[in-house]
């Protein structure tokens, strides 16, 4: 499929307001006044800090217009944008993506989840032989803010890799579709890639080994891991506040994505026995499993809405040992299956693909 011909809905849908605050914070550390930069955007200061609000990709692109036209001397402007956008940016999508079980799974679920992302970019992973290969594809873009949304995208990609892997991402080759730029860009990228980019190629492309995508996640960084958990707290508070030794065992279920311990386990890091856990829970009309409870429903909801993921990778993400057992729990907390209260909700059906993807992991 041309890059041209690519259906709007690839790149041109509505994303979180994030991406703008994002944007408009760049253009701020650069002296610019927030006027300049939501300049015939429609979008006002009420709108950009309203956390639930959303953005047109081409008002997105606008404020990108805005910078590039009052920063033209920032060659590295595009790279500086695309550094910003941690796990975190991404809400509760960024953290499915940073509690898949490999990095293959979390490229499988981010490609096909793009909607739920802030690219304008469109791109496509192919496995061939040892090698991975993941093209962008940015013909579908306005000439004048087609370089910096690249590398915005590209920028935001390695990011998201590097702290989801704990460590940067070894590519083996980086090309660029762009003539070789000046000494100081052209060492910007290298710096941020980690090898320095071939230029002048036919496609925007970056190549790794495709052993990686088999490598189990270290669950990123502890400072990123512990950003994810109180975005997860703080959703989990707005629905059922907790104090004293409920909210410490709640707040620690949250933890480790995927991996949740049980209650020995618990005990054993507070230096207390199990059965007194039990003892302080039962007097602050708690008990281990309701809080367990509590944490995988508010979390399996909002995966589901917002991040979009399929029964198993809801299952795989809340420590379930198999989809059955998860849909069972489904049913409990919420009276019916997953697959009724998605169409309930109004939500399709996930697992539909978003952009021409080779590469299946296994």
Not at 38 to 48: E, F, K, P, V, W
Not at 249 to 256: C, H, K, P, Q, W
Not at 295 to 306: Q, Y
Not at 334 to 362: D, H, N, T, Y
Request: charged share 20%; glycine share 6%; with cysteine.
């Amino acid at each position: 499929m041309n890059a041209k011909s690519l259906p709007r809905q690839l790149w041109d849908f509505r994303r979180g307001m994030a991406t703008a605050r994002v944007l408009c914070q760049l253009g701020q550390d650069h002296g610019l006044s927030l006027e300049q930069l939501l300049l015939h955007t429609g979008l006002s200061r009420a709108q950009l800090e309203d956390p639930k609000g959303e953005i047109e990709a081409q008002q997105e692109i606008q404020v990108i217009r805005n910078l590039i036209s009052t920063l033209p001397h920032v060659p590295t402007l595009g790279i500086e944008a695309g550094c910003r956008y941690h796990v975190t940016t991404y809400g509760l999508w960024g953290y499915a993506v940073l509690s898949s079980p490999t990095l293959g799974m979390a490229v499988s679920m981010a490609s096909r989840m793009l909607n739920q992302t802030f690219s304008l970019t469109t791109n496509e992973v192919e496995q061939v032989g040892e090698q991975v290969f993941v093209t962008y594809h940015a013909d579908h873009l306005p000439p004048e803010v087609r370089q910096f949304i690249v590398d915005r995208d590209r920028a935001a990609v390695l990011t998201l890799q590097r702290e989801i892997l704990g460590q940067p991402m070894p590519y083996q080759a980086v090309q660029m579709r762009r003539a070789e730029p000046s000494a100081e860009l052209t060492q910007a990228y290298t710096e941020l890639f980690g090898v320095r980019p071939q230029f002048g190629q036919a496609h925007d492309r970056s190549v790794f080994a495709a052993s990686l995508m088999h490598e189990p996640l270290p669950q990123a960084d502890p400072h990123t891991a512990a950003l994810c958990e109180q975005m997860c707290k703080k959703l989990v508070d707005a629905r059922s506040s907790r104090t004293g030794v409920a909210a410490q065992v709640r707040d620690r279920l949250m933890r480790t994505p995927g991996r949740i311990p049980d209650m020995e386990a618990i005990a054993a890091e507070m230096n207390i026995t199990s059965r007194t856990l039990r003892r302080h829970l039962t007097t602050e009309g708690a008990s281990f499993r309701t809080l367990l409870e509590e944490v995988r429903s508010t979390l399996a909801e909002e995966l589901m809405t917002t991040a979009s993921l399929t029964h198993s990778e809801i299952a795989e993400r809340l420590g379930y040992a198999d989809v059955t057992t998860f849909i069972e729990a489904f049913r409990r907390w919420k009276g019916v299956p997953p697959s009724e209260f998605r169409k309930a909700q109004g939500l399709l059906r996930p697992g539909g693909p978003v952009v021409r993807r080779r590469f299946i992991p296994r």
